[in-house]
């Protein structure tokens, strides 16, 4: 298992509709998810920065994302999600949100 923490940021006019969203996300968005061997998946919020959690399960992590941005239902989902954020400049070329090192764990 290999833990992610990705930043993004949110729109500060799109922040309540994305909350919105993300109260109900779509049973197609979590099944996909899970079917790419995402575990343990937070996403919080402060000061118009989006922090996500995750713990990847699987094996070829690039293949398991190809697969997850090739669904059609997590392409629309994505479409209404993307317009809402603004991602770091800093993010690596390929990233919409931006990988974060982990420096500390304790389990």
Same mark, same amino acid.
């Given at each position: 298992?290999?833990?992610?923490?990705?930043?993004?940021?949110?729109?500060?006019?799109?922040?309540?509709?994305?909350?919105?969203? #993300?109260? &109900?996300?779509? +049973?197609?968005?979590?099944? /996909?998810?899970?079917?790419?061997?995402?575990?343990?998946?937070?996403?919080?919020?402060?000061?118009?920065?989006?922090?996500?959690?995750?713990?990847?399960?699987?094996?070829?992590?690039?293949?398991? /994302?190809?697969? /997850?941005?090739? &669904?059609?239902?997590?392409?629309?989902? @994505?479409?209404?999600?993307?317009?809402?954020? #603004? +991602?770091?400049?800093?993010?690596? +070329?390929?990233?919409? @949100?931006?990988? /974060?090192?982990?420096?500390? #764990?304790? &389990?």
């Amino acid at each position: 298992m290999k833990r992610y923490g990705m930043v993004n940021r949110v729109r500060p006019e799109a922040e309540a509709e994305y909350v919105k969203y #993300h109260a &109900d996300v779509w +049973p197609g968005v979590l099944e /996909m998810i899970q079917r790419s061997n995402i575990r343990n998946y937070s996403i919080y919020l402060k000061d118009g920065f989006l922090f996500s959690y995750f713990e990847y399960h699987g094996e070829d992590f690039a293949a398991d /994302m190809a697969r /997850m941005a090739a &669904d059609p239902t997590t392409q629309k989902w @994505w479409a209404i999600m993307e317009p809402m954020q #603004h +991602p770091l400049e800093t993010r690596q +070329p390929g990233e919409w @949100w931006a990988n /974060m090192p982990e420096v500390f #764990h304790l &389990d």
